[in-house]
């Protein structure tokens, strides 16, 4: 994922993989959330837009953050504080 630095897979299930990450334009520590399937099924790619949309909604300080959401050739992406 351009911008990103992967470090490590911290979760990994039948639909969603969930990496450690580091963001290259000012070093911080991410979360990066994503589809398992080479070829997801919309309703997966759905879910994950629809996740994105709710949390970066959501403005609180204990509540993590929703930075991003990404389409990528390797699929859809959402960075999360």
Do not use: C
């Not at 959330?33 to 997966?44: E, L, P």
């Not at 879910?47 to 929703?66: D, P, Q, S």
């Amino acid at each position: 994922l351009l911008g990103y630095n992967i470090v490590q897979l911290v979760h990994e299930n039948n639909t969603t993989r969930v990496y450690r990450a580091i963001r290259l334009t000012d070093n911080k520590p991410v979360i990066i959330k994503t589809h398992a399937q080479k070829m997801a099924t919309d309703k997966i790619k759905n879910k994950l837009h629809h996740e994105y949309e709710a949390g970066k909604k959501i403005n609180n300080e204990f509540v993590i953050k929703y930075l991003d959401f990404t389409q990528a050739t390797s699929g859809e992406w959402v960075v999360i504080e």
